[in-house]
């Protein structure tokens, strides 16, 4: 199944008390995705979530691409990615 990709600023909903949804503030310094960077597992948001699931197939600089739907290490979720760009 594809997913969008997801980039540098691309909203993670984490669950964690007062953190809530924040945008993810590092990603790829080389690959971009509509002109953002992608974002890959390892990356961070605003609260110092990072991307713990990313895809099977795609790798950025050596991680996974991450996707809409990626899980995070505070049990949250990217809810926002590309609008055209899929990841498989």
Do not use: K
Not at 54 to 70: D, E, I
């Amino acid at each position: 199944m594809a997913n969008p990709a997801a980039r540098l600023s691309d909203v993670n909903a984490c669950p964690m008390t007062g953190h809530g949804p924040n945008p993810t503030v590092t990603g790829s310094p080389d690959v971009l995705i509509n002109s953002l960077p992608a974002l890959r597992v390892g990356d961070s948001s605003a609260c110092g979530d990072t991307v713990a699931v990313g895809s099977a197939t795609v790798f950025v600089n050596g991680q996974p691409l991450a996707y809409l739907g990626s899980a995070t290490a505070h049990g949250g979720v990217i809810i926002t990615g590309s609008g055209d760009v899929l990841t498989g």
